[in-house]
Nanobody, 123 residues
Framework: QVRLVESGGDLVQPGGSLRLACRVS????????IGWFRRAPGKERTGVGC????????SVVDSVSGRFTIIRDNTKNTVFLQMNNLKPEDTAVYYC????????????????WGQGTQVTVSS
């Protein structure tokens, strides 16, 4: 059974950068579509972006466009979320999960959330 584990979260100052990793175990990344989501304190979980696989590229939502990039490395079975110019409003727990990347990002109904990784942006 494919399992995704997030890592790389940390405390960072505004304007700083982080690279989160989503590593696949129990299988291969292959052509699976992987979505990144986040849940800010007291708010609903929302989509951040999606990696389509099979050279389908990736996309991020407008609120992080120009700052966040999704990078896929099939040789490492890992999808990265590169976050630059971080802002306090980016503070959240970040999750990756098997997804459908079509007109946005949506979790596959049969996929389960992991524990996520905490990103805190504060001076």
């Amino acid at each position: 059974q494919v399992r995704l584990v997030e890592s790389g979260g940390d405390l960072v100052q505004p304007g700083g950068s982080l690279r989160l990793a989503c590593r696949v175990s129990g299988g291969t990344l292959g052509g699976n579509q992987i979505g990144w989501f986040r849940r800010a304190p007291g708010k609903e979980r929302t989509g951040v972006g999606c990696s389509r696989g099979n050279n389908g590229g990736s996309s991020v939502v407008d609120s992080v466009s120009g700052r966040f990039t999704i990078i896929r490395d099939n040789t490492k079975n890992t999808v990265f979320l590169q976050m630059n110019n971080l802002k306090p409003e980016d503070t959240a727990v970040y999750y990756c999960i098997l997804s459908i990347c079509a007109g946005g990002v949506a979790r596959l109904p049969e996929a389960n959330w992991g524990q996520g990784t905490q990103v805190t942006v504060s001076s």
